[in-house]
């Protein structure tokens, strides 16, 4: 097959999207489907991202990646979305790819970008099947990124919801991950949703010999951290991911539990990362920010940590949740979205009330003061990493990318 991707972001940014955006590749190419992969330039961060060159062109056998001019997104000095004269471009090089079928990730994301809905035009005119693949209900973050009064927010809310619905809905299928997120489509007034096991996850890289005595020491200089229960953080430093809560908390935690003896380690950057740090600070001397760890060594960070907390009520899967369960550590998260989708509450990890702080706390506490019981849920963890092979995920899209061309070719046959 031939197969256009229009893509919200790629490597060198490590996130789930282009995580999975380069595994996605890797398989086609070695499947012998040819792509033409759209995603942001990324020139403009050069000084954050120094290799982003390796990832653009002809990366693999088959596999052109196209990157478009770009803007800051949200206003996020490392995120980038194409920018609306991007989208004549798009329309160039799909003429000359000419595919067999669209795959469009975060279709309501691009959409800021380009003020178009990624892909249909071209489709439409190609008679061929255009494809959206959910990912953020962008909706959500509303809140965090608007600075208006609530019931402002609201009438915003409602009117982008319209947008968004009219988006995903002018696409074939909209496919979801997540069940939990599946099943509030009918809310969302997406019509044309289609759940499948698309998550890939790729437990083979948490090998638990990483675990070794000194590990801070050896690799970050951080002797006095290997000492204490260590808390890891794992994301960006972006409203959007809990932070303000998380801050909220320390006050009480301060009271509740010994912060001499835990360390908050903070894998991630962005725009909160001073505001974060300072206000951890306010309460404990043992905040260690280790900022972009490098992808093949995020494991190792995890299996030497002790419990993984994330306090975002956005997800919509969770794969640090994942990774943790990997690592065999613990979890604590929020009831939100679809991070709860594979924690078993107080099997693999404890779940407290979302904006609870009094619960919140009380449950870290107990992870903390109960060695045994983080052991024990960690075992469970490496249980609950389940099937999300790669090669298994990217075989069930390309699958129903084929059903949705044989269904467009039996539609043109029969005019």
Not at 19 to 28: D, F
Not at 230 to 254: E, Q
Not at 373 to 390: A, H
């Amino acid at each position: 097959m031939k197969i256009a991707i229009i893509s919200s972001g790629f490597l060198p940014v490590i996130d789930g999207v282009t995580v999975s955006a380069m595994m996605r590749l890797q398989r086609l190419s070695q499947w012998g489907h040819e792509v033409l992969f759209f995603c942001p330039d990324y020139s403009a961060l050069e000084t954050i991202y120094p290799n982003w060159r390796d990832y653009t062109g002809n990366i693999l056998p088959g596999i052109r990646v196209c990157n478009i001019p770009s803007t800051s997104f949200l206003g996020i000095d490392f995120e980038r979305n194409p920018s609306i004269q991007s989208y004549s471009i798009v329309l160039k090089e799909l003429e000359q790819f000419q595919p067999d079928i669209i795959h469009v990730d975060e279709p309501e994301r691009l959409f800021f970008g380009f003020f178009r809905r990624a892909g249909i035009d071209y489709a439409k005119k190609a008679k061929i099947p255009c494809i959206a693949f959910f990912r953020t209900w962008f909706l959500s973050y509303a809140e965090d990124y608007i600075p208006l009064p609530k019931f402002a927010v609201e009438i915003i809310r409602e009117v982008v919801r319209r947008i968004f619905a009219w988006i995903y809905n002018s696409y074939d299928v909209t496919l979801f991950t997540s069940k939990i997120i599946y099943q509030i489509t009918p809310q969302m007034k997406i019509k044309n949703a289609v759940y499948a096991n698309l998550a890939g996850f790729d437990a083979g890289r948490f090998d638990l010999n990483l675990k070794e005595d000194n590990f801070f020491k050896n690799y970050y200089n951080l002797p006095e951290l290997d000492l204490l229960t260590k808390l890891v953080f794992v994301g960006r430093l972006t409203p959007d991911k809990g932070w303000n809560f998380t801050l909220k908390t320390i006050s009480k935690l301060a009271e509740k539990i010994d912060l001499e003896k835990v360390g908050f380690i903070i894998v991630g950057d962005g725009q909160m990362k001073d505001e974060i740090i300072n206000g951890l600070r306010k309460y404990t001397r043992h905040v260690y920010f280790l900022g972009r760890v490098p992808y093949d060594q995020v494991p190792a960070v995890y299996i030497n940590s002790d419990i993984h907390i994330t306090t975002s009520e956005r997800e919509s899967r969770g794969l640090t949740v994942l990774e943790a369960f990997a690592s065999g550590i613990p979890v604590l998260v929020p009831r939100a979205g679809g991070l709860v989708e594979n924690v078993q509450d107080g099997e693999n990890g404890l779940i407290y009330t979302p904006q609870d702080i009094e619960d919140f706390t009380q449950k870290l506490k107990q992870l903390i003061d109960d060695p045994i019981l983080r052991k024990t849920m960690g075992q469970q963890g490496l249980k609950s990493v389940g099937n999300y092979s790669w090669d298994q995920v990217i075989k069930n899209l390309v699958e129903i990318w084929e059903q949705k061309v044989n269904e467009a070719n039996q539609i043109s046959s029969f005019k």
